[in-house]
């Protein structure tokens, strides 16, 4: 089975700065990485697929690159509705997510 | 609106048995690759199971012989029979739809607003 990792596990951050998380895959997955954003109480929301592209609707401060073992979900210039907690999610094999990184306010 | 909405949530002792729906709107079940994805209290996201618009079905080891997935087209309604449970099954559980990407891919593109199940006697 993939493993998923994602580093970090928290961070802690304000309006305007630059983020980027990390995702590393225990095998080759070429592209197939999603990212995932969910709000407390809320369902998940799809951000990228496939690595890099952009979802529909998602804003552009959000990108996403990598492939093979290692992704980064970047976001631009934090908002205060991007705090939150981000997935990625391998699709190569099973739907395998990793443990989440939670974004707060610094 | 395309929407998904689940029910059948509900507190159960431990070896009951429980059925989710999720009633899709706007788009018809049979025609997508559909999962149920859940999510324990404070915990991360867990694939649980998959049908793809063909019948074909996977299950996560964790549910496997005990959670079975089907459908209902005339209904446009997917479901989750939920057998033999367990404490650790305690969780919200998500229905999501699946979308084509590359060659195997797939993202999970709509999601219902979840129901809680809570395995406890």
Redesign the interface.
């Known amino acids: 089975d993939i493993q998923m990792t994602q580093s970090p596990s928290s961070l802690s951050a304000s309006v305007g700065d630059r983020v980027t998380i990390t995702c590393r895959a225990s095998q080759t997955i070429t592209t197939y990485l999603n990212w995932y954003q969910q709000k407390p109480g809320k369902a998940p929301k799809l951000l990228i697929y496939a690595a890099s592209s952009l979802q529909g609707g998602v804003p552009s401060r959000f990108s996403g690159s990598g492939s093979g073992t290692d992704f980064t979900l970047t976001i631009s210039s934090l908002q205060p509705e991007d705090f939150a907690t981000y997935y990625c999610q391998e699709n190569y094999s099973a739907l395998t997510f990793g443990p989440g990184t939670k974004v707060e306010i610094k | 609106e395309v929407q998904l909405v689940e029910s059948g949530g509900g507190l159960i002792q431990p070896g009951g048995s429980l059925r989710l729906s999720c009633a899709a709107s706007g788009f018809t079940v049979s025609s997508h690759y559909m ?1 149920w ?1 859940r999510q324990a209290p404070g915990k ?4 649980v199971s ?1 049908m793809y618009s063909g019948g074909d079905t ?1 299950y ?1 080891d964790s549910v496997q012989g005990r959670f079975t997935i089907s459908r209902d087209n005339s209904k446009s309604t997917l479901y989750l029979q939920l057998s033999s449970l367990r404490a650790e099954d305690t969780a919200v559980y ?1 229905c ?1 739809r699946g ?1 084509a ?2 060659t ?6 709509l ?4 129901t809680l199940v809570t395995v406890s006697s």
């Open positions: 999962t994805v991360g996201l867990e694939w998959v996977y996560a998500y999501a979308r990407v590359g195997i891919g797939w993202a999970l593109d999601w219902g607003q979840g």
